[in-house]
């Protein structure tokens, strides 16, 4: 059908086939500096739960996070790591999709500005689905389009987040 022509397997000089890695996989170096860039990145104290425990360098992982240290970490600390990283179309509609989690997470949000990221996430989330596969697409990425109409009726999200009941 020749669809993604460039994922399809391909033949080695032994005649077996195999499949060239898609343009969003990380090569272990490329992991491994994602993983030094996170450990070594200074906030401001109480900011998140010193996530930089939650990171291994070798070999490279990041676990055992709260959700709001998740939080933190897609809205304010992914943007800066994945910077150089990724191929361009892959890291724009990343920092586009980071960006939108942070507007909406804003201690006072602009109505102008929600009514546009109404608009945007409709594309941006097509633009993640023309690079990950569909098994990426569960509820809850379907359920990111909702968050701007649930943030037009009830306002600022941090007065229905459950981060005060998980500390205490």
Known sequence: MGVRES???????????YLLAACFTMS????????????KMKVPDRYDANVSRCIQIMPPKVSGLKSHDNHVLIQQLFP????????????????????????????IPEPRDIAKLEKEIAETLCQLERIFPPSFF???????????????????????????????
């Open 7 to 17: 994922l399809h397997p391909q033949q080695n000089s032994s005649n077996k086939p």
């Open 80 to 107: 800066l790591a994945l910077r150089k990283l990724l191929p361009k179309i892959v890291r724009s509609s990343l920092l586009w999709f980071c960006r939108y989690l942070k507007t909406l997470c804003s201690k």
């Open 138 to 168: 569960d509820v809850m990425v379907h359920l990111s389009i909702h968050l701007a109409t649930e943030a037009k009726l009830g306002r600022a999200v941090q007065y229905r987040w459950i981060y005060p009941i998980e500390r205490y």
């Open 28 to 39: 272990k170096k490329e992991k491994v500096n994602l993983c030094r860039v996170l450990k």
